[in-house]
């Protein structure tokens, strides 16, 4: 698995944008970049995922180096239901069903 | 319906005891997985079952015993565990197919406290 580094936390102001980074340097060419993210008492939740093309849900964007080396979550006005813990997950495209997941970036929303 | 349904909530056992944790899903998927959470740490896998067959095992002691009786329900029994396997359990399932788009499901997870 491709390992990540992510900011241990971050703090955005409500109804302001947020960029969350991700660095994943020995993500191999078939890996899918994977975010979730874990609210306070409750399982993780899938925001967004990609692979070369940044994407857009509902949720999120997802910015993705040409090189595939990092990446950046977007929310687009954290409000304080965003705070939780924010995962960037490499995943292979074929036969890996299982998330594993790295330390993350623990997200604080001032309102 | 998009819903991973875990019970008990919260479970506090002796370490002679046997207990179990219980998880639901109806959305057809053929993936089941258990992880466990430390306090402030990210979760860990602990078994994979494809097609109610257990396909990874992460090494888990076998104090922990998992369980897939069909496609909808997946069991973690737990048999003399120690006060150190107190933590959050995750169950979570996915559609058996390649790992792109496959969204994995989590439920709330159960809270363990062994006494």
């Known amino acids: 698995d491709a390992k990540t580094t992510q900011p241990n936390s971050m703090e955005s102001n409500e109804e302001e944008p947020v960029h969350l980074p991700c660095n994943h340097s020995t993500i191999s060419g078939t890996d899918y970049i994977h975010w979730y993210r874990q609210l306070p008492s409750q399982g993780p939740e899938y925001v967004i995922h990609g692979l070369t093309s940044n994407v857009n849900n509902r949720m999120a964007s997802l910015a993705i180096a040409e090189d595939r080396k990092s990446s950046t979550l977007i929310l687009h006005r954290a409000t304080l239901r965003d705070a939780a813990v924010y995962y960037c997950?490499?995943?292979?495209?074929?036969?890996?069903?299982?998330?594993?997941f790295g330390k993350g970036t623990k997200l604080s929303v001032i309102p | 319906d998009t819903e991973v349904t875990q019970t008990p909530k919260h479970l506090v056992m002796g370490m002679t005891n046997k207990k179990s944790l219980k998880c639901e899903q109806h959305?057809?998927?053929?993936?089941m997985y258990w992880y466990k959470q430390k306090a402030k740490k990210p979760p860990e896998l602990m078994f994979v079952y494809s097609y109610e067959k257990l396909s990874i095992n992460e090494s888990v002691p076998s104090r922990f015993s998992p369980e897939c009786p069909n496609s909808s329900l997946l069991n973690l029994h737990l048999h003399a565990l120690q006060p150190e396997d107190s933590a959050l359990y995750l169950c979570?399932?996915?559609?058996?197919?390649?790992?792109?788009?496959?969204?994995?499901?989590f439920g709330e997870g159960s809270w363990l406290t062994v006494v």
């Open positions: 979570a399932s996915s559609q058996l197919v390649g790992g792109s788009g496959n969204t994995i499901y």
């Open positions: 959305m057809g998927h053929r993936a």
């Open positions: 997950i490499p995943r292979s495209g074929a036969g890996s069903y299982q998330l594993t």
